[in-house]
């Protein structure tokens, strides 16, 4: 494929579930390129939040494709989530006023608990009468209004540790792969990563880096879209016919319904 008069440059598959996103390579130079990515980039390139984007082109197809510089570097490993540099940099994401304002731009609208435990419910109808799924609605819905909080800000949505990018001189991190953002309640976003890679004990403590003190009501967040999320990547993986993985999931809700209650009799 060409970009430049000058240059043939070789596509392959860079991976993903989209498909949208690919390595180019002429000669030494390598480019990443997504198609159909959101304008949202350009805003996240010009935050250092993601690899420094370089072009946008129309193609005669109507496709847009969209060119950032190829990092040299790795995914964190699950290990190094905990680390102070993943959380000044979702304390940068939660607090920019500038991706706030392009997704606004954009026709996103807040999100809300109540919508969130609408959405899952409609999701869940003819999944099967699967005890912990039930529980789990029903405590999203009966707390609905006490998880949410009226500042909502950018959000990731899916923070996984494969998602996370340092550079060969492990001197920057990047957030990739945003297709999923929305404007939520953080909690959304530092439910999973505290649930995923942190210690308990130690929740207190990888919070303050954040700048957050964990109380009663933070507790109640942190549950709240951990058990939303769960559900969600419960869904997609039955819809995908993953079976051990939704087994898995299964199991999950059933640690997080009792802690639920836990921290429901606390409050």
Not at 178 to 184: L, P, S
């Amino acid at each position: 494929m060409r970009f430049f008069d000058s240059e043939e440059w070789e596509l392959s598959s860079a991976g993903g579930m989209t498909g949208e996103a690919y390595m180019a390579k002429s000669g030494e130079n390598k480019l990443f390129i997504k198609r159909n990515s959101s304008p949202f980039l350009a805003v996240l390139s010009a935050e250092g939040i993601v690899p420094k984007l370089l072009w946008t082109r129309r193609m005669g197809n109507g496709d847009v494709l969209t060119a950032q510089k190829w990092m040299s570097g790795r995914v964190l490993k699950p290990e190094e989530m905990k680390s102070a540099k993943v959380a000044e940099l979702l304390k940068k994401i939660h607090t920019s006023d500038p991706l706030l304002f392009m997704m606004k731009q954009l026709g996103k609208l807040p999100v809300t608990t109540g919508q969130i435990a609408e959405s899952l419910v409609n999701q869940a109808k003819g999944r099967g009468n699967i005890q912990a799924l039930r529980t789990s609605l029903l405590f999203l819905q009966e707390t609905a209004e006490r998880a949410d909080i009226e500042k909502k800000a950018v959000c990731h949505s899916d923070v996984n540790h494969n998602n996370w990018l340092l550079n060969q001189n492990e001197d920057s991190l990047y957030l990739v792969d945003w297709d999923q953002a929305v404007i939520a309640d953080p909690a959304m976003d530092l439910a999973m990563l505290l649930y995923w890679y942190v210690e308990e004990d130690n929740w207190k403590d990888w919070l303050a880096l954040y700048g957050w003190e964990l109380d009663e009501s933070l507790q109640l967040r942190l549950v709240w879209h951990m058990i939303a999320m769960t559900l969600r990547f419960m869904f997609w993986h039955q819809e995908h016919a993953e079976a051990k993985k939704m087994i898995l999931f299964e199991k999950d809700l059933l640690w997080l319904n009792d802690y639920a209650a836990q921290v429901v009799r606390s409050l």
